[in-house]
């Protein structure tokens, strides 16, 4: 089970977040290429054109004469030899549209995910508290996560006005719902912040000062006396066996 980086509102760090099972650290690259793939072919316009010989204008008459001016035969000035003639093969208009199965998707999607935890560039928070556009205190929050200087992919739990407009005129950061984003949006990014009810998991609870050295002596303790125990059971055996050999020993006698 992989973790993430774990803080508060207000960007205080509170320790780690243990991400839900589905962050198990698979990261399928052969997936992950066709989804970047079709992703960048359904951004194109696929507008481009170029004039056949048929859509060029003029040549409807003969430039000259078949025989005796020495020059080869011509027949229109629309032909593709000529400049300002027709294209031959040159691009049409076309969609370059790219189908992916539900499944490819769900699993690029989720190798994205892995692939980022896996370099400790998720960083869950508890919630954004911006009931209101507050571009300000948007930078001031990511400069205390240090991600200031990254590009960064903020994943809410549903929809958030207030946090989509506070990020609007911050370069190099963009906001989504976790449910809507793609691999390709993950693999942009340089880290994930993600809301703690998008993401799903819980935090990782660890002992500390007193506490944790009370649980360190006990432990320490306890295998103490096992060891005791076991070394009292092999002198005790040892004894045992040589009561017996003497024993034997006295009978053959």
């Not at 973790?3 to 760090?13: D, K, L, P, T, V």
């Not at 370059?96 to 999607?109: D, F, G, I, N």
């Not at 993600?194 to 303790?221: D, F, H, L, N, P």
């Amino acid at each position: 089970m992989l973790e993430a980086h774990h803080y508060s509102a207000s960007a205080e760090r509170k320790g780690t977040y243990a991400l839900p099972r589905e962050f198990d650290g698979t990261v399928n690259k052969a997936v992950l290429y066709q989804a970047v793939r079709a992703f960048r072919n359904n951004q194109r316009q696929g507008n481009a054109s170029t004039k056949t010989r048929a859509e060029v204008s003029g040549g409807t008459r003969k430039p000259w004469r078949q025989k005796g001016t020495g020059r080869a035969r011509a027949g229109t000035t629309r032909s593709p030899i000529w400049a300002g003639g027709g294209i031959i093969f040159g691009p049409r208009p076309r969609s370059y549209r790219t189908e992916l199965p539900r499944k490819v998707r769900q699993s690029a999607r989720q190798s994205a995910l892995n692939a980022r935890a896996n370099e400790g560039a998720l960083y869950v928070i508890e919630a954004f508290e911006f009931e209101k556009p507050k571009t300000r205190e948007m930078v001031q929050l990511l400069d205390k996560l240090e991600l200031g200087d990254r590009k960064v992919l903020i994943l809410t739990n549903g929809s958030r006005p207030g946090v989509f407009l506070s990020c609007r005129n911050i370069p190099r950061v963009d906001v989504m719902r976790y449910t809507d984003v793609s691999a390709y949006s993950i693999l942009w990014a340089d880290a994930l912040v993600i809301e703690e009810e998008a993401v799903g998991g819980q935090a990782v609870k660890r002992a500390t000062g007193s506490a944790s050295r009370a649980k360190r002596v006990k432990k320490a303790g306890e295998a103490k006396t096992t060891a005791k125990k076991t070394k009292k059971k092999a002198t005790k055996k040892k004894a045992v066996k040589q009561v017996a050999g003497k024993k034997m020993g006295g009978d053959d006698a």
